[in-house]
């Protein structure tokens, strides 16, 4: 009979501890992705097909997945709007995120002689970084830059791809 007690000590204890923060990380995007996309005179932005595809060697996709249109960035204004929009995101991300990948955007830029790619799924609250073609580590936006994204791709009349399902 004291093993009751116990229990019920335990439990209580179990459902008084602290759960999962939903409060800001205020993690950032790694320091050497953050230097790339600031210091880079010019960004790429893709829209991408987020279906999986069967050839991720294919050289006419982006990491795997299909291109379906792409935009030269070269107004400084318009790339420090974006990667503000990106840096905010990471830093508001509570730590979630989703299992899935359904990456609609991707980001290529130039810098110090290196290639920087980054997948980047919205949705999923996950973004990929390649330095020429090799994997690094991520980072986790949530989805609030996508808007200024899409309007990006949508006046330069680059398709976007089918929205997510609810």
Known sequence: MRVYPLILILLLMGCTSDRLSMEPSGDKIPADAAAALNEAPE???????????????????????????????????????????????????PGIVAACFSPRHGLRVKYKDQQHDFVICFE?????????DQRRE???????PTDAFNHVLKTAEVPLPEPPAI
């Open 138 to 144: 991520g980072f986790n936006p949530t989805d609030a």
């Open 124 to 132: 999923c609250y996950h973004a990929i970084w390649y330095t020429d």
């Open 43 to 93: 960004w790429e932005l893709f829209s991408l097909n987020p279906c999986i595809e069967e050839d991720p060697d294919d050289a006419s996709r982006f990491h795997g997945w299909k291109i379906l249109g792409s935009t030269q960035i070269t107004d400084t204004t318009t790339r420090q709007k974006l990667m503000q929009s990106l840096e905010e995101s990471v830093a508001a991300n």
